[in-house]
């Protein structure tokens, strides 16, 4: 069972966008299916260094559209960015001294981060793209 479903309420209307954005939510669905299937770490490990840089790479490509079309809420948004990206090297940190386990504390954070920043930060961001 899927973590986070993609669907029409969770798009943004930008379809560069939205495309990673279904891949960021396969991502956290696949590492919550490993969790919940008990699956070793090293394929945890994988998941876990999959979704942190795809992470990075999709935030590169939000960041280049806010620079490009002179987004006002930038700064804001590239701070929240920020925030996550510091988040999750930190969970992958811990991973990688063996003191962090997947939990479901650590996918509800991932769940309830991703659907909070695209329900809120994005949908602004796609909203100003489609105006101009």
Known sequence: MSLIAWGPQIAVGH??????HQKLIDLVNRLHDAMA?????DV????LMELEDY???HFGT???LMDKHVY?????HKQK???LVGQLAAIMAEYKKGKLTVTMETMDFLRSWLTDHIMGMDKKLS???SAR
């Open 37 to 41: 299937k008990g699956k070793g770490r």
């Open 72 to 76: 006002t809420g930038t700064f804001a």
């Open 127 to 129: 909203h100003f793209l």
């Open 81 to 83: 960015h920020k925030e």
């Open 55 to 57: 992470t990075r790479y």
């Open 44 to 47: 945890l490990g994988h998941i």
């Open 15 to 20: 379809p560069e966008i939205d495309s990673q």
């Open 62 to 64: 939000e960041e280049a």
